[in-house]
Structures are given as C-alpha cells and as structure tokens.
C-alpha cells in the first residue's frame, strides 16, 4: 500500500480554508516557503516563513494564489 504524498495532502482545499493549515507554499514562483499554521476569526491565515520564523496574516485568496512549495527552504 503507498502512503500519501507531501502533495497530496497540500492539494487538498475543496472550499474549506481549515484544510490549508499545514500547507507549505511561496510567496510567488521564487519568494520565500512559509507554513500556514492557523485560520483567524476573521477568515485570514496565520503564516510562519520558513527561514525568518516571521509571522504573516493573509487572506485565503492570497495563499491560494501561491505556488505550493516543492522544495524547503
């Protein structure tokens, strides 16, 4: 049986933002990867980069927009 992949488990959104919490993506096709580690009350995502630690809140669209990350960092 084959396990999941780092992919498949980003891929998965279907209309739910909860489902984009542990997802790595990048600012743009060459930005920084970060890490959404949390929904806001407010419908925004919580974002930790990767190599600064700095938090980033950003809407749902913005990290939709972003590429998946395929390599860290």
Do not use: H, N, W
């Amino acid at each position: 049986m084959q396990g999941r992949g780092f992919e498949d488990v980003q891929a998965a959104y279907l209309g739910d933002p909860l489902k984009l919490i542990g997802q790595v993506r990048r600012f743009g096709e060459e930005g920084p990867a970060y890490e959404v580690l949390a929904l806001q009350e407010d419908g925004r995502l919580v974002t930790e980069v990767i190599d600064s630690g700095e938090r980033v809140i950003c809407a749902v669209k913005e990290v939709l927009d972003d590429p998946m990350a395929e390599t860290i960092p």
